[in-house]
């Protein structure tokens, strides 16, 4: 059995994020120097969810990270692919919730917890196409697709300021996640 380890100050902590979008955001917090100082974080990009229980399981065994975390959508009902990334984590360290202590998400898209830097919005959907009127009323990103232009421009527009509005707004509204007890941030 792989067992999950605690974390002390001076932890080096291994984000694997979902895609592109994942990685830049948390990069671009970590730019911002809005975390805690006691920990060391290194961001993977998995460049998909498929590749997430891979990449894990690597990080796990081979990297000099003291613990291992995932950041990645849950996508929309049923969660198929997230309970499957799920599912991986857990068998792959034999305990049956091990990746509700691993596995930090938004529901139903990172999206949701990027918008909160500006305003109080729930999506109703994942979709890019159907989010990029609202990303734009907050950003004046104009026909966001998630292109690498596109993420800059968003991205550049995180401060520290409204990254404090996001991190107590999301603090405030805590709803039950699809599946069990799952640390995250989610809406």
């Not at 979008?21 to 730019?31: G, P, V």
């Not at 309970?83 to 949701?112: L, S, W």
Request: one cysteine or more; charged letters at 25%; hydrophobic letters at 35%.
């Amino acid at each position: 059995m792989s067992k999950i380890p605690q974390i002390f100050t001076g932890s080096r902590i291994c984000i694997i994020c979902e895609g592109d979008e994942e990685y830049e955001y948390l990069e671009k917090l970590i730019s911002l120097d809005v975390w805690s100082k006691e920990y060391l974080s290194q961001l993977e990009n998995a460049e998909g969810n498929g590749n997430i229980p891979a990449r894990y399981q690597d990080k796990y065994q081979n990297s000099s990270s003291d613990l291992v975390l995932v950041f990645c959508d849950t996508d929309k009902k049923p969660y198929e692919q997230y309970v499957d990334i799920k599912r991986k984590i857990n068998k792959f360290h034999g305990i049956e919730n091990a990746a509700d202590q691993i596995v930090i998400y938004g529901n139903p898209c990172t999206m949701q917890i990027i918008i909160e830097h500006w305003d109080d919005v729930i999506l109703s959907s994942n979709k890019k196409k159907k989010n990029a009127p609202i990303i734009f009323n907050l950003t004046g990103v104009e026909g966001y697709k998630g292109r690498a232009d596109q993420r800059q421009a968003l991205f550049s527009r995180i401060t520290k300021e409204n990254y404090q509005e996001m991190f107590h707004l999301l603090h405030l509204f805590q709803p039950k996640p699809p599946s069990s007890n799952t640390l995250g941030l989610m809406r």
